[in-house]
């Protein structure tokens, strides 16, 4: 299945403005024959903490933009964004993914980035999510996640393909680009990581460079991206998962 991972910049809190900016991407995707198309974490608004201005309903804007995506051009679509369901106290920083059916899967962050101070604005999800997409078996996660190796390993007899969307700052993206290999490698599985590029708004020093990644399960580097907003493709096999850990069956003697 090919799958397209649109590193993007994003303009603050102006959702309509970066739906514009990632349709003709989508549409570029599509052409490419790309299944599932990825973009970053909080791809409509930005990573804000001004929860009252940004946050959605599940129906709101973004989802749909989604599911309108996906609709239009027949593929998966998936991107992360403030969503409060009905009668939450706050939102939650979800991971969307529409399929080209209308079915809209949902991560819940379960690792809120407290040195940010997302805890405080964001609330805490509480289960895994992984979806069967055209026969790949995607688990899904959002940026700071990726610290968290035992939540990864956890899920890997289920996964094929780990994706990661993320707003992971330049000052520390040897971590950003490091653990993404590092899940793939011991996870024996791919990894999709999708950062966002540019400056967050309101005048900060906080520099966004990309970095996007699709890994192999032997810890390949399929496609690769420094900054600049850009299109990464790589086609990924769940056979080759298989045949990974068949060949070198590592999983077999992890204990839990």
């Not at 349709?23 to 929860?51: D, H, K, N, Q």
């Not at 101070?117 to 805490?124: I, K, N, R």
């Not at 708004?201 to 032997?218: T, V």
Request: proline share 5%; net charge negative.
């Amino acid at each position: 299945m090919r799958v397209a991972a649109i590193q993007s910049d994003i303009v603050w809190e102006d959702p309509e403005a970066n739906f514009e900016r990632l349709r003709p991407w989508v549409a570029a995707a599509a052409a490419a024959g790309a299944r599932l198309v990825v973009l970053p974490e909080m791809f409509a608004c930005g990573f804000s903490m001004a929860t009252a201005r940004v946050q959605e309903p599940p129906d709101g804007p973004s989802a749909r933009f989604l599911a309108d995506q996906a609709k239009a051009h027949g593929l998966w679509i998936c991107g992360s964004l403030p969503e409060v369901p009905e009668g939450a106290q706050k939102p939650f920083n979800t991971l969307v993914l529409a399929s080209p059916q209308g079915a809209m899967h949902r991560y819940q962050k379960i690792h809120p980035f407290s040195f940010a101070g997302e805890h405080e604005h964001y609330a805490t999800g509480e289960r895994h999510v992984t979806v069967d997409v055209e026969g790949l078996r995607c688990t899904l996660f959002i940026c700071y996640d990726l610290r968290f190796a035992d939540e990864f390993w956890g899920r890997a007899d289920a996964t094929d393909a780990y994706i990661v969307v993320a707003n992971w700052p330049e000052r520390r993206r040897r971590h950003w680009t490091t653990l993404l290999q590092a899940r793939a490698i011991e996870n024996q599985a791919y990894v999709v990581g999708v950062n966002r590029v540019g400056r967050v708004g309101h005048g900060s020093d906080l520099d966004y460079s990309g970095d996007s990644r699709i890994i192999d399960p032997w810890g390949e580097i399929l496609a690769s991206a420094a900054g600049g907003v850009t299109m990464l493709l790589a086609d990924l096999h769940a056979d080759n998962v298989k045949d990974a850990r068949e060949k070198f069956p590592v999983l077999k003697d992890r204990r839990r």
